[in-house]
């Protein structure tokens, strides 16, 4: 018997392959109809803004240690170049160089799989080469609109911490609870966001080791809430969202495997909440339009993206 087989079995019982037609790309992201964008669009009262986003710059978090994934490289291919005759007109212009999962992120569909298969049944051999994913690909998902209410559960404000300390997993009834106690619902299309306070980890501490590899985040057994809820998409200020390292030493992200690979969830990371959750706590309104769309990398496996909340 495999360590995975638990992975296999959760993800046959919540599987979304064919919910939306065989050609599906885009998953849960299809739940962001009409009425979750005017529900979203409804949240705005004051117009106050909140960027959600890392800079993307050579002090991101990135310490190194995943394979390919450095921090971003920023450098000038002009200066103040003259075009014409002087003093004419001037021009300059840049390159930026970087992992897309480099600092926020949207993981794609084709981001990770098991059992030789991406989300909707499509076999890795005829979708992943090295010029990219040529299906569930970050650049079908950027069709479709990352526009849609949010709802943020603070758990460290709700368990009267900072921050959750280091691989705690964020239970079941942590999620059920901490809606409760902030009075939050959620409708089909949502996209549920989770603070745990983590980030100042690398924030304040500059601790990029603890950081990616010591996560707070959920765990297996929050999976069919997440299906039953009917979220658009999960994000955390975290790199991982769910619980790093696992809770099976023998089983690697079982969390993104079921969420990404059968239920065609996708995971955004690394979001920045602290300045959002202060301002859902001090007014008592959890909820908020986001708009948080990824770029249309062709064939792209991630896409980093500056979240806005506006409420």
């Not at 979750?36 to 993307?56: D, E, N, Q, W, Y």
């Not at 490289?73 to 004419?88: K, V």
Request: with cysteine; aromatic share 8%.
């Amino acid at each position: 018997m495999s360590a995975y087989d638990i992975v296999r079995d959760i993800g046959k019982v919540l599987s979304n392959w064919g919910r939306w037609g065989a050609e599906d790309e885009c998953g849960t992201l299809n739940l962001i109809d009409a009425s979750a964008i005017k529900r979203g669009l409804a949240c705005v009262k004051s117009g106050r803004t909140f960027s959600l986003g890392l800079p993307l710059g050579a002090d991101g978090p990135q310490g190194g240690g995943v394979p390919g994934r450095f921090n971003p490289q920023h450098y000038m291919t002009a200066i103040g170049q003259g075009w014409g005759e002087e003093p004419g007109f001037h021009y300059s212009d840049d390159v930026l160089s970087l992992p897309l999962q480099a600092a926020t992120q949207w993981d794609s569909l084709a981001h990770v799989y098991y059992d030789d298969h991406l989300y909707n049944g499509r076999p890795v051999s005829e979708v992943l080469d090295t010029f990219g994913a040529h299906a569930d690909g970050i650049d079908k998902q950027a069709e479709r609109a990352y526009l849609t209410r949010g709802v943020l559960l603070d758990i460290a404000r709700y368990k009267g911490v900072d921050r959750l300390a280091p691989s705690t997993v964020i239970t079941l009834d942590d999620l059920e609870s901490t809606a409760r106690a902030q009075g939050v619902s959620f409708a089909p299309g949502d996209i549920l966001v989770l603070r745990t306070g983590h980030i100042n980890v690398f924030l304040e501490d500059g601790d990029r080791d603890v950081y990616n590899f010591q996560c707070p985040g959920i765990g297996i057994e929050s999976l069919p809430w997440l299906r039953r809820c009917d979220f658009a998409a999960v994000a955390s200020d975290t790199p991982n969202v769910e619980v790093l390292p696992g809770e099976d030493p023998l089983v690697l992200s079982p969390v993104h495997l079921v969420a990404l690979r059968d239920m065609g969830m996708p995971f955004g990371e690394m979001f920045v909440l602290e300045e959002l959750a202060a301002d859902c706590a001090d007014d008592g309104v959890w909820y908020f339009l986001l708009s948080a769309q990824p770029l249309k990398v062709t064939a792209g496996i991630g896409s980093p993206v500056n979240p806005i909340a506006v409420k």
